[in-house]
């Protein structure tokens, strides 16, 4: 068989606010080569394409060329699956309905499928991560805000739209004096779980209690949840506080998620997670005292298996294969 037929590669594009990662991936799920666009240095959507194939096109042609490749498969914000469109995309340049799957595809004569980096991350643990061989799980990142992607016999969960699966908008406080998410909800898991959220927890529990705290020493609104992890790893008593309260938070939201699917595992990915058992132990704690009796003891809590650096171009690429 020539090695055209079987179409060895995929493209792997990760695309954020700050910066479009994109790295061609092999059927083993190696990176073989990388490169970088600052994304929002383009405020043409045409402008930031000829930026990303002026890198992508060399790399596609160093690997054979585009006979070569299976797909292209992009990870991006408010990106729907359906319609390979990114649309009303707060953190991208490029405002209303942008087709940008067919506009990578007429530059680089490749397949394209596109979907939102949540589903992107579930994609990518279940073709190389801790998700292999399971059918029903849900992935939550827990970065900058919340988001998720849903597997459910073992096919991603779009909804009708492309659009299902927003479980960080999931309402965790219908007080009236619930947090305002960046949607402009209130309440939402977000608000609460994402490392925005345990630095607003951090803010809220330093004004309401007087107790002495390592993270007094840094000014109220640069706080960030990495500062609340170095503090309670010196043992700081309000750092393992926020923790307990966002992990309880985060762990009884996660007890609903399990009601609605019964998944064998929710895989958590992100920034967050790096703060190991002082986030999971009271997300596990609280699973535990409130899921329901028929489903205790059936969904693992684990940690994504994908390396940081790698994730993000690796979960886009597992979409690729199906581009």
Same mark, same amino acid.
């Given at each position: 068989? =020539? ?42 959507? +045409? ?34 699956? %359906?319609?390979?469109?990114? =649309?009303?995309?707060? *953190? !991208? ?29 579930? $994609? ?21 805000? &919340? ?10 969960? %779009? ?29 939402? !898991? ?16 330093? &004004?309401?209690?007087? =107790?002495?705290?390592?993270?007094? +020493?840094? #000014? ?8 609340? %992890? ?10 393992? =506080? ?11 939201? @996660?007890?609903?998620? @399990? ?6 595992? @929710? ?22 005292? *409130?899921?329901? #009796? ?19 171009? $690796? ?9």
């Amino acid at each position: 068989m =020539e090695t055209s037929a079987v179409k060895p590669y995929v493209v792997g594009m990760d695309i954020g606010g700050t910066n479009t990662v994109m790295g061609i991936v092999d059927q083993r799920g190696n990176i073989l080569a990388t490169d970088t666009v600052k994304t929002g240095q383009y405020e043409q959507v +045409e402008d930031y394409v000829e930026a990303v194939c002026a890198k992508l096109i060399p790399l596609i042609e160093k690997h054979g060329g585009a006979e070569n490749f299976r797909g292209i498969g992009i990870g991006a914000p408010n990106a729907n699956y %359906y319609r390979g469109t990114i =649309e009303q995309a707060s *953190n !991208l340049p490029w405002k209303g309905i942008v087709p940008l799957a067919e506009m990578f595809k007429q530059k680089t004569g490749v397949p394209v499928a596109m979907t939102n980096d949540a589903n992107a991350a579930a $994609l990518g643990e279940m073709t190389y991560g801790a998700a292999r061989g399971m059918k029903d799980f849900i992935m939550i990142t827990l970065g900058t805000g &919340v988001g998720s992607g849903i597997v459910i016999n073992g096919q991603m969960v %779009y909804g009708h739209d492309g659009f299902a699966g927003e479980l960080g908008h999931v309402c965790v406080d219908r007080s009236p004096e619930a947090r305002l998410c960046g949607c402009g909800r209130r309440g939402c !898991l977000e608000a609460y779980c994402s490392a925005t959220g345990v630095a607003r927890t951090a803010r809220e529990v330093l &004004v309401a209690n007087a =107790e002495p705290s390592l993270l007094r +020493e840094v #000014p109220a609104e640069q706080i960030t949840s990495k500062d609340v %992890y170095d503090a309670a790893v010196k043992g700081d008593k309000l750092a393992l =506080e926020i923790f307990q309260r966002t992990g309880e938070i985060l762990g009884r939201a @996660i007890v609903d998620f @399990i009601a609605f699917s019964s998944p064998e595992a @929710i895989v958590l990915f992100g920034g967050l997670t790096k703060s190991g058992e002082y986030i999971m132990r009271p997300i596990r704690e609280a699973v535990e005292a *409130n899921v329901m #009796p028929i489903f205790k003891g059936k969904a693992k809590i684990i940690l994504s298996e994908l390396k940081d650096a790698d994730a993000a171009v $690796l979960g886009a690429s597992a979409l690729g294969w199906e581009a």
